[in-house]
């Protein structure tokens, strides 16, 4: 079977041949239908193709969103490990110590802004970044900046938080 290039070169040079008084046109007819079934033909082994691939990435679509999924649980695993051991830590007041596989400790976080008033922020206000006004788009380092210069920001504080640090793991 020719691929479809030539299918598609030998039905234009079939085409060229109709107005052509040297070929008998009845013949020239029944070879430009016979290349017009092989072109048929080669589209619908093209839609079977293209309907198989697409099964295929649906399958891999499907398998991307359980292994997101199975992901996200792990991850959430993990969390769920460090925060159970940072708190057995915190409550057995042993913030720092090694072992012969891993070093483990509790450090202070940076400080962050944590904003506990939103209706305190104007929509006008400097603090908003340009035309968006949900607490996300807050623009937390200049109000960061401002609570560090010894400015009062309503609605808005600096927290530290702790967090478990374990050397000897990919983190």
């Excluded at 925060?83 to 042993?94: E, T």
């Excluded at 483990?104 to 962050?112: M, V």
């Excluded at 400097?126 to 609570?147: M, S």
Aim: glycine share 4%.
């Amino acid at each position: 079977m020719n691929n479809l290039f030539n299918i598609c070169s030998r039905l234009v040079e079939a085409y060229d041949l109709v107005h052509d008084d040297e070929y008998d046109a009845e013949a020239v007819q029944t070879t430009i239908e016979m290349i017009e079934m092989e072109l048929e033909e080669k589209a619908d082994n093209f839609a079977n193709m293209i309907k198989t691939v697409n099964g295929e990435v649906n399958v891999i679509d499907l398998e991307i969103k359980r292994l997101q999924e199975l992901k996200h649980r792990k991850v959430n695993f993990i969390d769920s490990l460090r925060g159970y051991l940072k708190y057995a830590m915190i409550y057995a007041d042993k913030m720092k110590f090694k072992t012969t596989l891993h070093s483990f400790s509790i450090r202070n976080t940076a400080p962050s802004v944590s904003v506990y008033d939103i209706s305190k922020f104007q929509p006008d206000s400097e603090w908003w970044k340009p035309r968006k006004y949900d607490e996300g788009e807050l623009n937390k380092t200049a109000i960061k900046d401002a609570i560090n210069a010894g400015e009062v920001i309503p609605g808005a504080e600096l927290k530290r938080g702790e967090s478990l640090v374990i050397g000897g793991i990919k983190q």
